[in-house]
């Protein structure tokens, strides 16, 4: 089953049924990650909007397109290690060092061969374009507040610099044509542009690599106060949470499924996502728009 974009390669909007498959397939891919994860004897659980999605809807919140798991460092290296034993036939990791090869962002992601699902944003982009789910690595921080607000700014830094870099090296038309139709973003399109020339003289690879390893860093120190996850929608400073927040994992259920939860699920969604149980008005609902999508089935 394929939809695509017209031959110009315009955007689309995702139908409802195209979104009731994926979503269909993306809880498929997520009940083999738990299956390898309960052989390693490895936790994994979910975060963001899938999270939200199971103490809203006890499901995939209506409009999502996407799945969303977390790990700790600890269960990311068992896990990495292990995957093309366990999942590789069917999945493609691609993550920040791994393999020694380019990611195409510093977040980790788990693709299903031989689908195709390309949104604007990654149009141009030369690396793996299929239905994914996003993995985010829980990394402990340290417990001095100057070395934690250091490292806020450098890992927000390096996530700049990786992110307009990739822009700079792959142009994207379409997104030019949104971003310039306005003399404020115009203003703030070339910034970027100019941000992107400069950091890519540094590649993109090492940008993803020195990211890795400087958020990982603290990871010695088992028992910090705080957690973080430094790929998540509010960055390193902002999805700072007690340990205690995300740990141990909770149960809940999703689409009929047990799953972990954060510990302390109030805190942690209210934390990311404020009045997390009041739905959002339709114009605010967040989708990505598509180029392409093809179903592996």
């Keep these: 089953m394929a939809s695509h974009g017209n031959k110009l390669q315009m955007l689309r909007r995702i139908t409802d049924d195209e979104r009731q498959t994926l979503q269909n397939v993306l809880l498929g891919m997520y009940i083999d990650i738990m299956s390898a994860c309960r052989a390693l004897d490895i ?21 999502d397109d996407d799945f ?23 999945y493609i990791l691609e993550a920040p060092n791994y393999e020694n090869k380019d990611s195409k962002q510093l977040l980790s992601k788990i693709y299903y061969k031989g689908t195709e699902y390309v949104m604007l944003e990654e149009m141009n982009f030369p690396y793996n374009n299929c239905i994914f789910i996003d993995v985010f690595i829980i990394d402990n921080v340290s417990d ?8 806020t700014f450098v890992a927000n830094l390096m996530r700049v610099a990786s992110i307009t870099s990739q822009e700079f090296r792959f142009p994207n038309p379409l997104q030019k044509r949104v971003m310039t ?59 700072m949470l007690k340990r205690e927040v ?52």
Aim: proline residues 6%.
């Design 181 to 239: 139709s306005t003399p404020s973003l115009f203003i703030y399109y070339y910034i970027r542009q100019v941000a992107g020339l400069l950091f890519s003289l540094i590649p993109h690879k090492t940008w993803c690599l020195w990211f890795d390893r400087f958020v990982s860093r603290h990871n010695v120190n088992k028992t910090s106060k705080y957690v973080t996850v430094p790929t998540g929608l509010k960055r390193y400073g902002g999805e």
């Design 68 to 90: 969303d798991i977390g790990m700790t460092r600890d269960e990311w290296e068992v896990f990495k290690r292990n995957f093309q034993q366990l999942l590789g036939d069917k």
């Design 43 to 63: 936790g994994c659980t979910l975060v963001g909007g899938s999270a939200l999605g199971a103490v809203r809807h006890n499901g995939f919140i209506p409009w």
């Design 144 to 151: 001095s507040f100057l070395v934690r607000k250091f490292d």
């Design 246 to 297: 995300f740990f141990p994992y909770s149960k809940g259920l999703f689409e009929g499924n047990e799953v972990n939860l954060p510990n302390n699920t109030h805190d942690y969604l209210t934390i990311i996502y404020g009045n997390y149980m009041k739905l959002p008005p339709e114009d605010r609902r967040e989708t990505h728009p598509i180029v392409s999508l093809k179903f592996p089935y």
